[in-house]
């Protein structure tokens, strides 16, 4: 079973030119390089909610919780942490498109 890993988070204030370099450069090349499939990415421009929603794909489960224990996985979250607060993420059963 095909999985979704979604991400939110808010992009520290003052930040976000770091933070889309940092993107582009590291985030998503080293999503790819654990195995999970970057998917889609939505920008919220109005309302009380995470600024970003980020999601990445895996064709398994067992895949995608490999990917989460390893420590690239721990070291890719400290770096985002450097521009981004309030990060959250949760696992569910891949379905096409938008999912909360």
């Known amino acids: 079973m095909a999985v979704k890993l979604i991400m939110t988070w808010d992009i520290q204030p ?50 995608m919780q490999r990917a ?4 690239a996985w721990d070291s890719l979250i400290r770096r985002l942490s450097d521009y981004v607060d309030n990060f959250e993420y949760k696992i569910v059963e891949a379905r096409p498109g938008f999912q909360l």
């Not at 080293?30 to 990445?56: C, I, K, R």
């Open 68 to 71: 989460l224990k390893s420590s």
């Open 14 to 63: 003052g930040r976000e030119q770091d933070y889309f370099e940092f993107v582009v450069r590291e985030y998503l090349p080293a999503l790819e390089q654990m195995g999970l499939e970057p998917s889609d990415a939505w920008f919220t421009m109005y309302g009380n909610q995470p600024q970003v929603m980020a999601t990445a794909q895996s064709k398994t489960l067992q895949a």
